[in-house]
C-alpha cells in the first residue's frame, strides 16, 4: 500500500524550531518528488515547499523563505522539513505529498504544529 | 504567480443534486491543466481530478472535470451523500509554486 506518514508535529514557542518528517512506503520513493502543503485551523491549502526526486532542485513559498529547510534521504524513505524562527501563522498542520507531475497525487494524514507562547 | 478564484464560496445542494463548481485562474499559463481535490473534515487532501478531466484511481465516475485557459470546472453528476465536502483547485505552470484555489464548501440544502 502506498503511504505516507508524517511525524514531529507540536507545541513551540515563537522563534522555536523545530523537525518534521515524512516516512513513505509502498513505492519507488526516489523517483517522485515531493512536497509540503499546510492548513492553517480553518483554512484553506497552502503549498510550502517542493524537493525533487533527486534532492537538486528545491523551492520554497515565499512566506517560509529562508526560515525553513526542505531535505530528503532516499535511502531511508524519507522526507524532512526543517521550521525555524517560527511565528504564530505558521500554526497548521502540515502535510506531505508526493508529485508525480504537476499535481499532488498521494498525501500523508498531516502532523499538527502549534506555534504559542 | 497565477491567482485562482473558486465559485461559489458554498454550494447548497440535496443528495441527487448536479454540482457544479468553478475555479477562474488570474492568467492563462503554459501549463493548462488542473487538478482538484477533495476534502472532509479531520482528513487529508484527496485527488479527484489531474490533467484538467483525468479521474484519479479508484474516484466514481459521476466526478469530471472540463476547462481550458482560465476557466476550469468540476461537477458532479449526482451527489452521494459521502461528497459533501470541501473541493479545491490546484494549479501548477511548470515550476513551483503550486497554486490552490480558496475552496467550494458542498453542503446539504
Known amino acids: 500500500e502506498v503511504q505516507l506518514v508524517e511525524s514531529g508535529g507540536g507545541l513551540v514557542k515563537p522563534g522555536g524550531s523545530l523537525r518534521l518528517s515524512c516516512e513513505a512506503s509502498?513505492?519507488?520513493?526516489?523517483?517522485?518528488?515531493m512536497n509540503w502543503v499546510r492548513q492553517a485551523p480553518g483554512k484553506g491549502l497552502e503549498w510550502v515547499s517542493s524537493?525533487?526526486?533527486?534532492?537538486?532542485?528545491?523551492h520554497f513559498a515565499d512566506s517560509v523563505k529562508g526560515r525553513f529547510t526542505i531535505s530528503r534521504d532516499n535511502v531511508k524513505n524519507s522526507l524532512y522539513l526543517q521550521l525555524s524562527s517560527l511565528r504564530a501563522e505558521d500554526t497548521a498542520t502540515y502535510y506531505c505529498?508526493?508529485?508525480?507531475?504537476?499535481?499532488?497525487?498521494?498525501w500523508g494524514l498531516g502532523t499538527s504544529v502549534t506555534v504559542s507562547s | 504567480e497565477n491567482v485562482l478564484t473558486q465559485f461559489p464560496g458554498t454550494l447548497s445542494l440535496s443528495p441527487g443534486e448536479r454540482a457544479t463548481l468553478s475555479c477562474r485562474a488570474s492568467?492563462?499559463?503554459?501549463?493548462?491543466?488542473m487538478a482538484w481535490y477533495q476534502q472532509k473534515p479531520g482528513q487529508a487532501p484527496r485527488l479527484l481530478i489531474y490533467?484538467?478531466?483525468s479521474r484519479a484511481s479508484g474516484v466514481p465516475d459521476r466526478f469530471s472535470g472540463t476547462g481550458s485557459g482560465t476557466d476550469f470546472t468540476l461537477t458532479i453528476s449526482r451527489l452521494e451523500p459521502e461528497d459533501f465536502a470541501v473541493y479545491y483547485c490546484?494549479?501548477?505552470?511548470?515550476?513551483?509554486?503550486?497554486?490552490f484555489g480558496p475552496g467550494t464548501k458542498v453542503d446539504f440544502k
Open positions: 505529498a508526493r508529485s508525480p507531475t504537476d499535481f499532488m497525487d498521494v
Open positions: 509502498g513505492f519507488t520513493f526516489s523517483a517522485f518528488s
Open positions: 524537493i525533487s526526486s533527486t534532492g537538486g532542485d528545491i
Open positions: 492568467q492563462s499559463a503554459s501549463s493548462p491543466y
Open positions: 490533467g484538467t478531466s
Open positions: 490546484q494549479h501548477y505552470s511548470g515550476s513551483p509554486p503550486f497554486t
